[in-house]
T-cell receptor, first 115, second 113 residues
Framework: EAGVAQSPRYKIIEKRQSVAFWCNPI?????LYWYQQILGQGPKLLIQ????????DSQLPKDRFSAERLKGVDSTLKIQPAKLEDSAVYLC?????????????FGSGTQLSVL | KNQVEQSPQSLIILEGKNCTLQ??????????LRWYKQDTGRGPVSLTI?????NTKSNGRYTATLDADTKQSSLHITASQLSDSASYIC????????????FGGGTRLMVKP
């Protein structure tokens, strides 16, 4: 079974530039999550989708971050404009239905460096 | 505020030795507690998931315990191997709709030959 696919693996940009990350969840998984993981910390949820609808985006900095999952399958996360403090690993995860107690499957992440 | 605290922050042990990682949480109402292993440059991989009624769960050389009364969990690694070098993250889910997870900061384990 293919896992959660993310691209690119690494991205280096200058502050104030724009960047986009892509995620393709495990086939059939209705729930998709984007997490931000700063070095040495645990992941922090940015946004959770259920199919193509947003379940939780309370911690998404909406002035600069946006995400979409138009057809309920793959998703993109965009940052515009980027700040130095956005340097982190952006992890995508998926689960089958999104109910409590369900296992999450993570991708390998995109490591973003903002210079 | 829901919080998950892990200790120690980092740990170095010799190959073949055992170790125990700790997790304290204040998530309420509690639904389940998970331990993840995260290799450098990779996403977290689930090791165990325990609900309120479970106080121990094993996955090979990994054994997790849960004390829901004291809101503490531990992850015990037996006969450590070099491949156990990774970050171990404790994650707690609140008993509400959906997978709302609170992540700990992780314990970084290094196993030396």
């Amino acid at each position: 079974e293919a896992g959660v696919a993310q691209s690119p693996r690494y991205k280096i940009i200058e502050k104030r530039q724009s960047v986009a990350f892509w995620c393709n969840p495990i086939s059939g998984h209705a729930t998709l999550y984007w997490y931000q993981q700063i070095l040495g910390q645990g992941p922090k949820l940015l946004i959770q989708f259920q199919n193509n609808g947003v379940v939780d985006d309370s911690q998404l900095p909406k002035d600069r971050f946006s995400a979409e999952r138009l057809k309920g399958v793959d998703s993109t996360l965009k940052i515009q404009p980027a700040k130095l403090e956005d340097s982190a690993v952006y992890l995508c995860a998926s689960s089958l239905t999104g109910v409590t107690n369900e296992k999450l499957f993570f991708g390998s992440g995109t490591q973003l460096s903002v210079l | 505020k829901n919080q998950v605290e892990q200790s120690p922050q980092s740990l170095i042990i010799l190959e073949g030795k055992n170790c125990t990682l700790q997790c304290n949480y204040t998530v309420s109402p509690f639904s389940n507690l998970r331990w993840y292993k995260q290799d450098t440059g990779r996403g977290p991989v689930s090791l165990t998931i325990m609900t309120f009624s479970e106080n121990t769960k094993s996955n090979g050389r990994y054994t997790a315990t849960l004390d829901a009364d004291t809101k503490q969990s531990s992850l015990h690694i037996t006969a450590s191997q070099l491949s156990d070098s990774a970050s171990y993250i404790c994650v707690v889910s609140a008993d509400n709709a959906g997978n709302m997870l609170t992540f700990g900061g992780g314990t970084r384990l290094m196993v030396k030959p």
